[in-house]
């Protein structure tokens, strides 16, 4: 094959695939679910997160970038620059859902991708630190090669009339790999000595974000199984990826040993829309000859019909504005390939003479991550609660609507869900409150009886009036033993450590700090 052979291969929709179009729409529509499941959590926290009266406001962040010039608006792409109100915070909530209903039932698929792309990224981009997940940015990077994958149109039906594009469908692939096998490394290249000598799921089922009841009863279950799940979890990420570069049995096989593994990963710990994401993303692994056979035969027949029209390139006319799309299309996929591939080969050859700028130029827009999953294991459990007091001697907690809290409350199953504030902080309790400075702030507001950030909690106990005294206090949970399950119908037991930040009362001029700032709980 001739360089422009292989050109219009992997850039030219007409000389797509013939074997994807079942795997594009399959994907496309899980692309809108999962796209849905991420604008539906924000509706209900987005003006607690980053509202005007928010925890960390999208407002104040914006306003802090203005002195970059123009170049503020590279730096942090939002819409949330035309108005930083709540009321184009939630329209950008409602767009991008809106869109993602849309996708999912196949009206124009192209354009509701660049909708949910834009609305997503606008969120991340002013959210700070409730947008510093590698999921945000596995979402992004999926949506944004899924507007060159997904076919043009107003009803576009499975697509026959434009083949997927193989540069995008490739990259798409490449993204599932890279989140396996980037993910392995870093486990091996951290020294963390849980997973060289394979005990790193002794406590990972209690110690996640958020567990759920079947990761409870996975905790209990022999040391042998532990010892074989860590060694199954590099075998995996570290060798049978690579089967995605072998022939179309190999690649079937991998399909289901990944999809069985990434559904025990949902059930068993809610990483949001993390494993639904990877999951969907290996349905490229399997082409129309596997899927054809579960297609409704009304469509089956047509499909056959068209994937038998073969384009030649002796034959096809190539007109000029196709070739600026297809080169402009090719420009795009190769500038995020090389961004993607250079941090990859940089984790084995550190000092290889790579070109920084075209990486550093994508950063902002989170469509080529270096992924790394569960690096170093955290060795323990410890929750931030919020606690209010009238006299300083009384308290009572705030209740959280995820996190561990109540002892004989099961740990549910919310994923694909993500409760952003639970979320952040649990990261929070790893590390002093100096660094994490949302846990004071959440204090201030909960001083004004914030409505907002009060609708990130299970409820309110000061609902007259705002407590006199908030205070953050840090404690240890572990699940329960089977014996205490069934003696107590305990699903945790937990140890109060000590405060985790200063004690904050209301004055006439703001707010001020009661105690002593540096006592802080002392971590086992």
């Not at 009266?53 to 590279?74: E, H, K, V």
């Not at 290996?282 to 068209?306: H, I, T």
Request: proline share 6%.
């Amino acid at each position: 094959m001739t360089m422009k052979g292989i050109y219009r291969w992997l850039f030219d929709p007409e000389y797509g695939s013939r074997e994807h179009f079942v795997a594009r729409w399959l994907f496309l529509r899980a692309m809108g679910l999962i796209y849905f499941s991420a604008f539906y959590a924000l509706l209900f926290q987005v003006r607690g997160l980053i509202g005007s009266q928010g925890i960390l406001p999208a407002a104040d962040y914006l306003n802090a970038l203005r002195s970059l010039g123009a170049a503020r608006f590279w730096y942090a792409p939002t819409l949330l620059w035309l108005s930083g109100s709540d009321h184009l915070l939630m329209g950008i909530c409602w767009a991008g859902m809106i869109a993602s209903v849309i996708l999912v039932v196949n009206i124009w698929p192209r354009m509701m991708l660049l909708v949910c792309f834009v609305c997503f990224l606008s969120f991340v981009s002013a959210a700070q630190d409730f947008s510093g997940y590698q999921s945000d940015g596995m979402l992004l990077e999926a949506g944004f090669l899924s507007m060159f994958l997904g076919p043009e149109g107003i009803r576009p039906g499975l697509g026959v009339k434009q083949r997927p594009v193989r540069a995008a469908m490739l990259l798409l692939l490449w993204e599932w790999f890279r989140i396996y096998f980037q993910s392995g490394v870093v486990k091996l290249k951290s020294g963390d000595p849980t997973w060289r000598n394979l005990t790193a799921m002794y406590e990972y089922y209690q110690n996640g974000p958020l567990p759920t009841w079947v990761g409870w009863y996975l905790q209990h279950l022999p040391h042998w199984f532990h010892v074989a799940t860590a060694a199954a979890t590099l075998v995996m990420e570290l060798v049978l990826v690579w089967m995605v570069f072998l022939g179309r049995r190999w690649r079937i096989v991998c399909f289901f040993v990944v999809t069985a593994w990434q559904i025990c990963v949902i059930v068993t710990a809610n990483y949001t829309f993390l494993n639904y994401l990877v999951l969907v993303l290996a349905v490229f692994l399997l082409d129309d000859s596997f899927l054809l056979r579960f297609v409704p035969a009304r469509w089956r027949a047509e499909l056959k019909r068209r994937c038998d029209v073969v384009v030649s390139e002796a034959t096809a006319e190539w007109r000029f504005w196709p070739r600026i799309r297809t080169g402009a299309v090719a420009f795009v996929l190769m500038w995020v390939f090389y961004a993607t591939l250079a941090p990859t080969v940089l984790m084995f050859w550190q000092a290889a003479p790579l070109p920084a700028r075209p990486l550093v130029a994508l950063e902002p827009f989170r469509i080529a991550n270096q992924y790394g999953l569960f690096a170093v294991m955290t060795p323990h459990r410890y929750e931030i609660e919020f606690q209010g007091s009238n006299d300083g001697e009384n308290w009572i907690a705030y209740p959280f609507r995820y996190k561990p809290q109540d002892l004989k409350a099961y740990p549910r199953i919310y994923a694909p869900y993500q409760p952003r504030f639970d979320w952040n902080l649990w990261f929070a309790s790893l590390g002093p409150w100096q660094q994490n400075l949302m846990v004071p702030r959440t204090e201030e507001l909960l001083l004004e009886n914030d409505r907002d950030v009060l609708g990130l909690f299970r409820g309110n106990p000061f609902p007259d009036k705002p407590p006199r005294f908030v205070r953050a206090v840090l404690w240890q949970y572990w699940f329960s033993t089977m014996d205490e399950k069934r003696r107590e119908g305990i699903w945790w037991r937990g140890q109060l450590l000590g405060d985790y930040a200063p004690t904050l009362t209301k004055l006439p001029n703001g707010y001020g700090v009661v105690g002593d700032v540096t006592n802080q709980a002392v971590r086992p």
